[in-house]
């Protein structure tokens, strides 16, 4: 009966790493295809690369994408370390209210916050573009930086803070000398999470980017609609690899900090 039971879940996840992930591969091998169609293997080509490097339109979408998601790391590393830092200062149930709040942009739906941002920036006179993709992609990436950072402060040894302040360290002195260099490698796995986040985003960045800043994956949804090219596939191609590169990242430096 084990046998048979550790057979069938074999079977199981290999059956599903297949499901998942053959579309991808097919993806990725079409891209190299010489003709136009993803329908017909007709050989071998780098054309549709080098095509996809000569286009001015994506690679202005791919720098605006770029320029909101390094911003929106920051950011979100930022308010997300502050706010996870503060919530070990305040009560219980004051801490229980911050991660209320902290989690809520992850269980709205998204379509409903793109809605809801894309009224609020219009109340406040804001001109849609980098600054409104910047801010909202924050709020739903500031919480995943909170949710890591606390777990790694929750690990901290408390005896440490408390012989901090037996030698006369202020608060902001154990913050800056003993809390912000523990959870350092938390914060630059959530970044990279975060990073991988804003690029990836195409439902709010539908909501707030303006005429002049059009994200990548926005980009992308809008050339499908017209058909899918090669071309495409090359770029879906070079984004896979380039966020799986980010979450390796993030992988072993997460691995780093908690071996640490």
Not at 17 to 31: C, D, H, K, Q, R
Not at 232 to 241: F, G, K, Q, R
Request: glycine share 6%; charged share 10%.
């Amino acid at each position: 009966m084990g046998t048979r039971s550790k057979n069938f879940r074999t079977f199981y996840l290999s059956l599903f790493f297949v499901l998942l992930y053959l579309p991808v591969l097919s993806v990725v091998l079409y891209s190299f295809n010489q003709s136009p169609s993803t329908a017909i293997w007709t050989g071998l080509t780098l054309d549709w690369y080098r095509e996809l490097f000569r286009d001015r339109v994506i690679a202005n979408a791919f720098k605006i994408s770029i320029e909101v998601a390094i911003l929106t790391a920051g950011l979100s590393a930022i308010l997300g370390t502050a706010t996870a830092i503060i919530s070990m200062y305040v009560t219980k149930k004051m801490e229980k209210t911050i991660r209320g709040i902290m989690v809520l942009p992850l269980i709205v739906p998204e379509v409903a916050l793109g809605i809801s941002l894309l009224f609020f920036f219009n109340a406040l006179k804001l001109p849609f573009g980098r600054l409104t993709l910047v801010l909202s992609h924050s709020l739903f990436c500031v919480p995943y930086v909170y949710i890591m950072v606390q777990l790694r402060l929750k690990e901290i040894n408390i005896s440490i803070i408390e012989a901090a302040k037996d030698l006369g360290a202020t608060k902001w002195q154990i913050i800056w000398t003993i809390l912000i260099p523990l959870v350092i490698p938390s914060i630059i796995t959530s970044s990279l999470l975060a990073l991988a986040i804003s690029l990836d985003d195409v439902v709010i960045s539908t909501y707030m980017s303006g005429p002049t800043s059009t994200t990548l994956p926005v980009h992308v949804f809008s050339m499908m609609r017209v058909g899918v090219t090669p071309k495409i596939n090359a770029l879906c191609t070079l984004i896979l690899v380039g966020t799986f590169f980010i979450v390796g990242l993030g992988q072993f430096l997460g691995k780093r900090s908690y071996s640490t």
